[in-house]
């Protein structure tokens, strides 16, 4: 094997050498054979290489002492861009979903809804008859009784989210119906929380039922009677205790999921003793099933007689206020509800990027037309093309998640999961807003930097 050395390293081993044999020679020659020995060592001091290294020179800057040539981890092609006064610095979240672009690849620059997708509905003034009349309900139950259900069926829309998981519906929700000179209004909320699972709930879900009690005209006290007579009713004691103690609102008293129902009797004496817990039922009780569509319009029928002279909320064909944003939002929630197990579904956060409606090309449309020639006499027939295009809608919605392990299960294998979720999402949401609708969904992993370690 060839060893390849520096040339500085080749004349210091040659210097070496010499001196040692001038320093044996020293030791067994004559005083005129040392002077020689001298003159000779002094001529290869002379002769020594340029290339070795001097004494370092003192300095107090110490800066002058750093290498002049950086290493290659520092090199200005891996050097970190220098930021400007006006660049922001990006956060390790942010840093982890940065990837490079393919070259090539046209990157589009999608931008997020706007202000008038988020907010409200607003309908200005309202065309009604001089005889209006209104009555607000908020529906008020425990979690999973069928609350959603119920209020889809009696405005005759997809309002509410609906789901076999509790805790669907995270905050209240306005719908309407309007039946002739009346108009009914529907507060559809979270379900109620017992007290030992206050911690596990979030604040807006826990309160949101209690304070849309003071907009309401009337309560409709929604029980399950599936639960009554087969499971713990503990939710439903505590309901009615902080009615008995903080409420005076005229309540009616409606019993659904009827059908579900084996134990009559058992049922008859929980009813007679919810019944006798809130002295301020005015009606009831009612027995229904809303998904079964039992019992539902008598029950419509009863608010309707409970309407009094006033303003609409709405206008007769709106069955809501809710804005494009949150209906949107709810529509793909309810989705993975139903395709998820486990806590996955309630801890999935959305954050929409993208907004845009877009015009797609038709195939163009050829158009015949009788004329007549220009003596009068001929008929002839005229063509000519038509370019035709339509509105589509494109969301683009990231799903963020907390951890790779959640990020797996909320894909699927091969993706089919987050392409079931927003296939089916999609045609909701195209029915929901009137709109052919593209809705693009994207997985996220974000760490949740509040989640003790």
């Not at 040659?14 to 054979?33: E, V």
């Not at 963020?400 to 959640?406: D, F, L, N, P, R």
Request: glycine share 6%.
């Amino acid at each position: 094997m060839a060893h390849i050395h520096s040339v500085g390293t080749v004349m210091n081993g040659a210097r070496r050498a010499a001196q040692c044999q001038l320093g044996r020679a020293h030791l067994h020659t004559s005083p005129t054979s040392r002077a020689l020995l001298g003159k000779m060592r002094q001529a290869l001091t002379e002769a020594r290489p340029a290339t070795r290294a001097t004494k370092t020179p003192q300095t107090s800057n110490i800066n002058d002492l750093k290498p002049k040539v950086l290493p290659a981890a520092m090199r200005e092609a891996d050097r970190p861009p220098a930021r400007t006064a006006g660049s922001q610095r990006t956060s390790g979240n942010q840093r982890k979903t940065l990837q490079k672009v393919p070259e090539g690849m046209v990157v589009e620059d999608h931008q997020p809804a706007g202000p008038e997708v988020w907010m409200p509905k607003v309908f200005g003034t309202i065309e009604q008859p001089v005889d209006a009349e209104m009555a607000k309900f908020v529906v008020i139950g425990a979690a999973n009784s069928g609350k959603s259900t119920l209020v889809n069926r009696l405005t005759g829309a997809q309002v509410s989210v609906v789901s076999e998981r509790p805790q669907t519906t995270r905050t209240r929700i306005m719908a309407a119906a309007t039946v002739g000179s009346k108009q009914l209004v529907f507060l559809d909320t979270p379900g109620i929380v017992s007290r030992n699972a206050l911690r596990r709930v979030s604040r807006t879900v826990v309160t949101s039922p209690w304070l849309t009690l003071g907009e309401a005209d009337f309560a409709i006290l929604l029980l399950d009677a599936y639960k009554l007579t087969q499971k713990s009713d503990a939710v439903e004691r505590y309901l009615f205790a902080q009615l008995e103690k903080n409420s005076t609102i005229p309540a009616i008293f409606v019993v659904n999921k009827i059908d579900l129902v084996q134990d009559q009797e058992k049922l008859a004496e929980k009813i007679k003793e919810y019944m006798a817990k809130y002295p301020f039922i005015v009606n009831g009780p009612l027995f229904i099933s809303a998904l079964g569509n039992t019992n539902v319009d008598e029950l419509k029928a009863l608010l309707l007689s409970k309407t009094k002279p006033g303003d609409w909320v709405v206008p007769a064909h709106a069955s809501s206020d809710m804005s494009d944003m949150l209906r949107v939002e709810e529509l793909i929630r309810v989705q993975w509800f139903t395709q998820l197990t486990g806590y996955l579904p309630y801890v999935v956060r959305q954050r929409n990027v993208g907004w845009e409606e877009v015009s797609v090309p038709q195939p163009p449309m050829t158009i015949y037309t009788d004329a007549t020639s220009d003596d009068g006499n001929t008929a002839v027939l005229q063509s000519h093309v038509e370019t035709r295009s339509t509105k589509e809608l494109v969301i683009k919605q990231e799903l963020i998640v907390t951890s790779a392990g959640e990020a797996k299960i909320l894909l699927g294998k091969s993706g089919s999961k987050i392409k079931d979720i927003g296939r089916d999402a999609a045609n909701n949401i195209a029915k929901a807003l009137g709109i052919p609708t593209r809705l693009h969904l994207q997985v996220l992993v974000e760490p949740d930097s509040r989640s003790r370690k």
